[in-house]
């Protein structure tokens, strides 16, 4: 097996344990859950926060975990992977509180320009969100100004969620590729 192909496979045992965790319920609290959304009304949240990408370092927050034989001649290193466990602040600064992680993954996709294929799990860690998660899986065109991605999913207070994020870079060094991203959040759910 490949490290990509195991990768891949890790990251969805990863979405298989999250589901199985978000499901894994009393049968009365999700029968009540789903009593009150035939009678609920949607709900649209708009949250606000910075994800902090940081390859470089002791202790970084995202690393390469596979790559294709041409990704180091690609001017867009096409067929690079990585895998990221990164913190979400309330402002840009590293010190700023902490919300809540976002772990997932990242392959260079785009042969022309530079486009990442972006998987991740939005985990909130404090306010009304605490222990709620949105998924995002969309097309991540790093150099334009503002990137949006649709929202697929989500548990706790946001399931049967969907919706779209806006990513706009914040700050990006070109040579340790760290960055930190700004990201504007519009999430529709019960």
Do not use: C
């Not at 600064?93 to 902490?98: P, V």
């Not at 919706?163 to 990201?183: P, R």
């Amino acid at each position: 097996m490949t490290k990509l192909a195991l990768v891949l496979l890790l990251f969805s045992l990863g979405m298989a344990m999250q589901l199985v965790q978000s499901t894994n319920n009393e049968p009365k609290e999700i029968d009540k859950w789903i009593q009150k959304l035939h009678h609920g009304e949607e709900k649209v949240s708009r949250l606000h926060f910075y994800f902090h990408d940081t390859l470089s370092g002791k202790n970084p927050s995202a690393v390469e975990v596979a790559e294709a034989s041409i990704s180091k001649k690609s001017p867009t290193s096409f067929g690079l992977l990585n895998i990221f466990d990164d913190p979400l602040t309330e402002g840009p600064k590293s010190t700023s509180k902490l919300v809540g992680q976002a772990q997932g993954l990242y392959a260079s996709a785009g042969q022309q320009e530079l486009g990442l294929l972006l998987a991740m799990n939005v985990f909130f860690t404090t306010g009304k969100f605490n222990g709620s998660s949105l998924t995002i899986l969309g097309r991540n065109a790093v150099f334009h100004s503002i990137r949006e991605m649709p929202i697929i999913g989500g548990t706790g207070a946001f399931r049967l969620a969907r919706g779209f994020v806006q990513a706009k870079t914040h700050f990006l060094n070109l040579t340790s590729g760290d960055a930190i991203v700004e990201y504007h959040v519009v999430a529709m759910h019960y």
